[in-house]
């Protein structure tokens, strides 16, 4: 009969994570992004991406909200702000 | 957002989880033709929860203490289909600087990568692994040092550091907390007389993958052991995942280091900050911030650690 | 060809037919010469295989569930507290469905340790959802490895397969054994192709946690994967039977004498032989008595034990092994069978004899067939010693 439980990974988009967040959520001011990938380094999700200065953005649909990606910042070119406060979707 | 990365974003780690960091950077380092052989713990609960999966290469789990034993077959069955060179053979008796960079590894094989926790790989995989290592098998083993059992709800493990409040050992009147000292789980690897190991840590990310890197590039086992935070058993912040861990480092607890082929061939250098400034961000050391006497044995184990590994920065040198 | 060998290397020269990729060797006697084997042929270039000599028989089961896992057939042979060592990696292995061929020469259980002969080892496995079988001589414990093989890697069946021999009786014993042609093997046994397996031209994710909503239908789908083992088991013997000449009839059981037998033993193992040869004394002697020797202990032949002995008024059965604290394994297996039916033995009495490798005589035997004449037996040991009883156990 049918075999054990095996997952291809291109069937799975995981869970959306993005609604753990219950406080705050990371802002990217996109100004003086040096492009420097620290906050896609660490990002516990990996749900950072982006390619030249001023272009990277976390995924809001996986983002947990942990700060790190605003902590390591060197530019602090990442603010963290008050989940909802600017109306975007969750 | 499209992702096909290695280890994708929708897993359910705790918010902050410094294995979800250090794992998606390993595994990134390695890159797409690796298989990943992992042991039961928070890594792999959270990564494959059915139906989702968070791994982009092939990935396997079976148990708790086997995923060493379970590299060594897939390693074995790679090499019968022709996919990995063979394996074994002596180490370097005499380190020599030409056997430093050991046996190159084959630019097409197929990487194979064995993980699990602290318990996981020092305390119940331990026997698995040492068998692992001196066997000689191409595998790069991975411990997610994050020193409790994590997963179970931060019970303590071999690789739980000295006077941590863990639930198995709870601070009380009669107790400080966890009476022994760290299992010196990259000296037991060492002693196998394996061409790599090294300790990394989540507070270093691009130092991790320069490690995996490496230790891809080398023929024959390699052990590498990853500090990294817990918020939750560790009780900080999430926000400080990356500032704990770096601290560890720089107080001397955490020393990282490179053997390879039995010397000790790097450390990070530090400029020592005092453990108390590591201990009074964590809440599993907050039962230790009013007992100096207790600070100075987890400082004497920082010393201890400077010196033997002679980490501290000389002065006025960059 | 015929060749006269012990039993381990006869199982070693099938195996080597079987051409496993990887085989990983952990010493227990009395199973440690089929690996000693294996390594030989390793050594001499016999047979290409990656021969890994581990540091535990958790790891001997561990490294071949990560071959058998990466496409490529293995084997693995074990005995008593080794298998017992292997139990998680075991259930681990038929929960991932990955088809595996383990050779169990059983041997009693410690404490107090003993490396002499009994089954407790196996059949205390026998929910780790592994195919069973159990061989009678030398010739069958070869030539089940061959159906294991087949049986497990079919793709609609995907289960790993134990094959059971007796330790010391069959590892050690030695007869003439027709050992196959490599090319006869291949045709009856393909080369291994796995439905899934770990490869990075195609990633996939195996042995992920299965929440509640989950985890049920994983193991109604291996109930109802034995099903199709019972159908199939009798369709290979078949196939075996016209290409290599031996009839193992359905493959599930052996009926020797039965069909007009008043006393049937029903039994597993080399003590088959020993009934075999009282059955035949008895025979003569005109008394009617016969024997059922299960060969496929799981899945278990119901349906097959049902019909041999619906019709045999006294059954006994002798189990090798106990259930500590309850009826014997095997018995309530038969007894299982027959409750509520309307055609069924008037007695099944259950006996338990050879533990720790006891000798189970002609005597002991016919001890078993007088024993039928009375009423039915819950459980009864055969051959204890009541001076030891007295002494040791004040009894």
């Not at chain 2, 040492?130 to 040092?145: A, K, P, W």
């Not at chain 2, 400034?277 to 007992?291: D, P």
């Amino acid at each position: 009969m049918f075999g054990p439980l095996v997952v291809k990974p291109s069937k799975s988009k995981g869970d959306k994570t993005g609604s753990w967040r219950v406080k705050l959520r990371p802002k990217y001011l996109q100004k003086n992004c040096i492009a420097c990938k620290m906050c896609a380094l660490i990002c516990p999700e990996g749900c950072i991406q982006g390619k030249e200065k001023n272009t990277y953005i976390s995924d809001y649909n996986y983002c947990k909200g942990c700060g790190l990606c605003a902590q390591v910042c060197p530019k602090a070119d990442i603010v963290m702000i008050e989940e909802g406060s600017e109306g975007e979707k969750k | 957002m499209e992702y096909n990365p290695l280890f994708k974003p929708g897993h359910t780690a705790c918010v902050g989880c410094g294995q979800a960091v250090a794992a998606r950077l390993v595994i990134e380092a390695a890159g797409s033709n690796t298989i990943v052989v992992n042991n039961t713990g928070c890594l792999e609960v959270f990564s494959t929860k059915y139906p989702e999966t968070a791994w982009g290469v092939p990935w396997i789990h079976s148990l708790f203490e086997n995923a060493a034993a379970v590299a060594s077959g897939v390693e074995a069955a790679l090499i019968y289909l022709g996919k990995s060179p063979p394996n074994g053979g002596m180490p370097p008796i005499t380190p020599t600087a030409d056997s430093a960079n050991g046996g190159k590894a084959a630019k097409d094989t197929i990487n194979v990568i064995a993980q699990g926790g602290d318990g996981g790989t020092a305390d119940i995989g331990l026997q698995a692994l040492s068998g692992m290592l001196e066997r000689g098998h191409n595998i790069l083993y991975c411990c997610y040092d994050n020193e409790a059992y994590e997963n179970t709800g931060v019970q303590r493990s071999g690789l739980t550091p000295y006077a941590t409040n863990t639930t198995t050992t709870p601070p009380g009147t009669k107790s400080i907390g966890n009476i022994r000292p760290k299992k010196p789980m990259p000296e037991i690897a060492n002693a196998h007389g394996i061409a790599y190991v090294a300790t990394a840590s989540a507070g270093f990310p691009q130092d991790i993958q320069r490690k995996v890197k490496k230790a891809m590039s080398i023929k024959g086992p390699k052990y590498l052991q990853i500090h990294v935070p817990c918020p939750l058993g560790w009780r900080h912040g999430p926000e400080l995942t990356l500032e704990v861990a770096k601290l560890a480092v720089e107080t001397g607890l955490y020393p990282l280091i490179e053997y390879e082929n039995g010397k000790l061939t790097a450390v990070r250098k530090i400029q020592p900050k005092p453990v108390e400034e590591y201990l009074k961000v964590q809440g599993r050391f907050k039962h230790l911030l009013n007992n100096p006497e207790e600070i100075k044995k987890i400082q004497a184990i920082a010393d201890a650690n400077i010196e033997k590994y002679n980490l501290k920065v000389k002065p006025g040198a960059t | 060809m015929k060749q006269f060998l012990e039993g381990s290397r006869a199982v070693a020269e099938i195996v080597k037919l079987c051409k496993p990729g990887v085989i990983s060797a952990y010493p227990i006697t009395p199973q440690t010469h089929i690996v000693e084997e294996l390594a030989q042929m390793v050594a001499n270039g016999e047979l290409n295989a990656q021969f890994v000599n581990v540091e535990s028989e958790h790891s001997a089961a561990s490294v071949v569930l990560g071959a058998v896992a990466t496409g490529v057939r293995a084997f693995t042979a074990t005995s008593s507290q080794g298998l017992l060592y292997m139990a998680e990696v075991l259930f681990n292995i038929s929960g991932l469905r990955l088809p595996l061929v383990l050779t169990c020469a059983n041997r009693a259980i410690s404490a107090p340790i003993n490396i002499w002969n009994d089954q407790q080892d196996s059949v205390s496995l026998r929910d780790s959802g592994w195919i069973q079988f159990y061989a009678e001589n030398i010739q069958e414990a070869a030539d089940l490895h061959l159906l294991a093989y087949r049986l497990g890697e079919d793709k609609s069946i995907m289960l790993p397969a134990m094959v059971c021999m007796d330790g010391y009786t069959l590892t050690h014993g030695m007869e003439t054994v027709d050992i196959p042609t490599q090319g006869e093997v291949d045709k009856f046994l393909p080369s291994y192709k796995p439905l899934y397996k770990l490869d990075p031209a195609e990633p996939l994710t195996m042995g992920l946690l299965a929440d509640p909503d989950y985890y049920l239908e994983t193991r109604f789908a291996i109930q109802e994967t034995f099903k199709e083992v019972l159908k199939m088991i009798p369709k290979i013997s078949e196939e075996f039977k016209n290409r290599f000449g031996r009839d193992y009839k359905d493959g599930l059981v052996e009926e020797y004498c039965t069909k007009d037998a008043e006393k049937v033993i029903v039994a597993m193992g080399s003590v088959c032989g020993t009934i075999k040869e009282v059955v035949d004394a008895q025979r003569a002697k005109g008394k009617k008595v016969g024997l059922l020797k299960i060969i496929s202990y799981r899945p278990f032949p119901y349906a097959k034990v049902d019909d041999a002995l619906k019709d045999i008024p006294r059954i006994a059965v002798l189990d090798k092994a106990v259930s500590l604290g309850a009826y014997a394994p095997l018995a309530v297996e038969i007894k299982a069978t027959f409750f509520g039916k309307k055609k069924s033995p008037k007695l099944i009495s259950s006996f338990i004899a050879g533990l720790g490798g006891r000798d189970i005589t002609f005597e002991s035997v016919k001890e078993i067939f007088t024993k039928l004449n009375r009423k039915e037996v819950n459980l009864e040991f055969i051959d204890l010693k009541p001076e030891l009883l007295k002494e040791e156990y004040g009894v």
